[in-house]
């Protein structure tokens, strides 16, 4: 490219003397961090840094200039505007602003999604966010007992917890439940084929297929039955010398309906250990609605399984994820019977994708929180709790704030229907009520847009032209975030 640019200039040069080389009006680099208007932006990033943003801003419009995309005329605009202020300062302060605003920081969700994938998934407690901020602040203990001083197991108290909580053994952490079936997999059915019914070869996101999973993992797939009915005699039929687990995969992310039939995780349990083999239920999500003192049953989720019935049901592990229905950070949790778990402890590979002590410190706090009987004040679980009457109330509170903000504001309010999220619950909606709000001056894309810009960043749905605002996923202090963004429009 260096090259190409080179040749570039010097065609230009060789051409009309007269001729403007707009190579010639770009400023060296140097030159630019020395300027008044320049030197704010030096301070507030550093030197090295701020050079490394000129000389990429640089870098572009050479790229523009060697493409035809850009001649002198539009180069002089965007180092001087009509005023003769600093374009350049002005452009490169728009970069750096951009640069900083991207990655992880927190975003106002109003699309109505509970467990947003792309916004975080569950939000957490605020007891549990101060556990992890108190972890994460300090030194902590960790993998040591306080008590005698000896080593002890980094998750030795989440297990104890989880114990109490759904009734298993023992249970260990890692980063997600993905990680969480891959080590299962690589512990029990390594150089060995697993077992598992065609109608749960799931793919969940990211292109997240379960063969290729078991192909990571070392394990040889053995599909069995039909998409839509598997029975206890396709398991059974299926078990040679070289089966090393049955393996069961609850439908996250899908249903299916109509003439299907399925085989329970009980009876695929009671099978393996009858061949002397493990069993595993990879169930994802990681519910509770029932048997846990406090809780309030969700309406529309009363199908999903239930992680303490899972646990029950005598199989050797259940994987599911600590940031969906559970409403805990991200983790993969696996929770059963104590010669598994300790199979699995001892696998190499736990190490490698054990949780750290952050996200152990907050799901100890979220575990806690079930037993203390206030599993309801989870935030996950106190969102989809929210009823369509008293969403509606808000709803119309926050349109006439939002009337308010001046005369270019339209608002209307409807019911709608939103939905758990994160390949949870699928074809789960919980009724809601929306307010449809609309600019004079921008369309709903450029409206969505700047608020996706804005600080806070604000996510909101767009359907059918209309910039939908769902009061569903407001957390404490939102309402007056999202009128402040509104505000600034």
């Known amino acids: 490219m260096r090259y190409a640019l080179h040749m570039e200039t010097q065609n230009r040069e060789a051409g009309d003397p007269a001729a403007v080389n707009p190579f010639r009006m770009l400023p060296q680099v140097d030159e630019v961090l020395q300027r008044a208007a320049v030197a704010p932006l030096v301070a507030a990033v550093g030197r090295d840094l701020c050079r490394a943003y000129v000389q990429d801003l640089l870098g572009d419009w050479r790229v523009e200039l060697a493409d035809g995309a850009l001649d002198a005329d539009g180069l002089a605009a965007r180092l001087a505007d009509d005023a003769g202020a600093d374009g350049l300062a002005r452009v490169l302060a728009a970069r750096i602003a951009r640069e900083r605003g991207r990655g992880v920081r927190p975003a106002v969700n109003v699309t109505g999604v509970v467990l947003h994938t ?86 969940i996101g990211g292109s997240f297929r379960m063969p290729d999973v078991m192909e990571q993992a070392g394990t040889h797939l053995v599909g069995v039955g039909a998409t839509n009915r598997t029975r206890l005699g396709d398991y059974s039929a299926a078990l040679t010398a070289e089966t090393g687990l049955l393996l069961k995969v609850h439908r996250s992310n899908f249903r299916i309906e109509g003439f299907t039939e399925e085989t329970s995780m009980e009876d695929i349990a009671n099978l393996a250990k009858a061949h002397g083999l493990p069993s595993v239920y990879d169930l994802g999500a990681g519910f509770l609605n029932e048997g846990v003192a406090g809780l309030t049953p969700i309406e529309g989720l009363e199908g999903e399984p239930l992680l303490s019935e899972a646990i029950a049901s005598g199989c050797d592990a259940v994987m599911f994820s600590g940031d969906k229905l559970f409403g805990g950070p991200q983790a993969g949790l696996i929770a059963g019977q104590r010669g598994a778990i300790e199979d699995m402890r001892r696998n190499p590979l736990y190490r490698a994708i054990r949780l750290d002590k952050v996200s152990l410190a907050g799901l100890e706090r979220t575990v806690e929180l079930y037993l203390e009987g206030r599993g309801d004040e989870l935030p996950a ?109």
């Open 118 to 203: 792309g916004l975080g998934r569950a939000p957490q407690h605020p007891e549990v966010a101060a556990a992890m901020a108190a972890a994460a602040g300090s030194y902590c203990v960790l993998e040591v007992d306080r008590y005698t001083g000896k080593r002890n197991r980094r998750d030795d108290r989440l297990s104890d917890l989880l114990a109490r909580l759904v009734g298993c053994e023992a249970a260990i952490a890692v980063n997600n439940c993905a990680a969480a079936t891959i080590l299962a997999l690589a512990t029990f059915a390594r150089g060995k084929e697993t077992v598992l019914s065609r109608g749960e070869l799931v793919e």
């Open 381 to 489: 679980r106190a969102l989809m709790l929210r009823s369509a009457d008293e969403l509606k109330g808000v709803a119309e509170e926050l349109a006439g704030a939002v009337r308010g903000l001046g005369s270019a504001w339209e608002v209307s309010v409807h019911p709608e229907r939103s939905q758990p999220g994160s390949g949870s619950a699928p074809g789960v909606y919980l009724d809601t009520h929306v307010l449809h709000v609309r600019h004079a001056d921008r369309s709903a894309d450029e409206l969505a847009d700047a608020l996706r810009a804005g600080d806070p960043p604000v996510f909101t749905r767009v359907t059918d032209g209309v910039v939908k605002v769902d009061p569903r996923t407001l957390l404490a202090g939102d309402r007056e975030r999202l009128l402040d963004a509104l505000g600034q429009l």
